[in-house]
Structures are given as C-alpha cells and as structure tokens.
T-cell receptor, first 112, second 116 residues
C-alpha cells in the first residue's frame, strides 16, 4: 500500500529561522503537489512539481522533487508568523486519472 | 466569486439519518472529487467524477453515494449515518483528465459533519 509520510508532523519555529519539511513516498510518481491549510479552512495549492529535479519558489517557500529518492522537500526561509498553517504534500499515483494520496501533514507554528 | 462551493458548511445530525452535501464549481473544470478529512487531519480520496462519469471509487461504505447531474456539480448522499462518519468532507475540482492536466485540484471550504 502506498505510504506518503511527512516529517516532522509538528514544527514550532522562531521567526527568522530556516527549516525544511520532508515528504517521502513509497511508490513511483513524477507528480507531487504541496498544499497549505489554515485551521478550519480549505486547502490552498502552493506548488505543482511535475518532474524529477523540479524546483519551485514562491516568497519564503521553496519546493523540490527528487523522483529517484521518492522525496520532496518544502524549505522555509526566514519564517514569519503568517506561514503558520498545516502543510500537506500529495502524490499523484494515477495513470489514467489524477489520484492524489495525501501525506500526514506538517503543522507549522511560527512564534516571535 | 467562489470557485468551488459546498453546502451546507456545517451539518449536525443524529445517527441513522440520511443527509446530502452539495458541491458546485464555476471554474469550467470537468473533473470533481470528494475527500474525507478525519479528526487527525488525514485526507483521503473517496470519489472522482469526470464529465459525470465515475472514475475513482475508493473503498468506502456503500452508504455513501455520489451523484453528478452535470460536470459542474457533484453531490454526496450518505445513508444511515454512523458516528465514524463525523469528519470534514471536501469537494475539489480540476481541469483536464488524467495525465493531460498539469493543474492542481481546487478545493471547496469543506462541510463539517457531526454525528450525535
């Protein structure tokens, strides 16, 4: 059975610090998505990674994909309080259709 | 302009009842999905429809029945509700079908279902 594991599950970090969230998956896929979810809210798409070596950056967040290692990372640079949320990676394992398997989520809290 | 809208936002009901959740998208997408998010925030795909045709039907109890009257709507009917059905149900949509699309899925705001 496919597993998509994120670590850490919970991350408390100080403003201005850097950190990386890891997403490991157990089957072949060349498509991976990152989403953000604020408490009680919907999921917001952050990044779409479509091939090995893909790197995307938006503001203080940068995502990368290594399909050979079955690993994606979400790097946070100089964290600010507004980044506090839960972050999910989702692996697309579909062949004839999109089928996303979500990771366990990483709850990020940024404090002053 | 809400892209993916779900109604109701909250649903509190008793065990054994039957309830429906509605979803509509105005993005012109042709694929729609239902996900369940449990109390531990774990998200799992339930169903997917493309142009009114059922594509993904995960292992869910047959008390759950999706219906897509057209490609802009995907409703979820749940019979004989059980305590374990308490969760947040998210509708989503995406453009294209299968590997032809490079776009992410767009999610609704969720329906929080509480079973008493």
């Amino acid at each position: 059975e496919l597993k998509v594991e994120q670590n850490p599950l919970f991350l408390s970090m100080q403003e201005g610090k850097n950190y990386t969230i890891y997403c490991n998956y157990s089957t072949t896929s060349d498509r991976l998505y990152w989403y953000r979810q604020d408490p009680g809210k919907s999921l917001e798409s952050l990044f779409v990674l479509l091939s090995n070596g893909a790197v995307k950056q938006e503001g203080r967040l940068m995502a990368s994909l290594d399909t050979k290692a079955r690993l994606s990372t979400l790097h946070i640079t100089a964290a600010v309080h507004d980044l506090s949320a839960t972050y999910f990676c989702a692996v697309d394992i579909g062949s004839s259709t999109d089928k996303l398997i979500f990771g366990t989520g990483t709850r990020l809290q940024v404090f002053p | 302009d809400t892209a993916v809208s779900q109604t109701p936002k909250y649903l509190v009901t008793q065990m054994g009842n039957d309830k429906s959740i509605k979803c509509e998208q105005n993005l012109g997408h042709d694929t729609m999905y239902w996900y369940k998010q449990d109390s531990k925030k774990f998200l799992k795909i339930m169903f997917s429809y493309n142009n009114k045709e059922l594509i993904i039907n995960e292992t869910v109890p047959n008390r759950f029945s999706p219906k897509s009257p057209d490609k802009a709507h995907l409703n979820l009917h749940i019979n004989s509700l059980e305590l374990g059905d308490s969760a947040v149900y998210f509708c989503a949509s995406s453009q294209g079908f299968g590997r032809s699309s490079n776009q992410p899925q767009h999610f609704g705001d969720g329906t929080r279902l509480s079973i008493l």
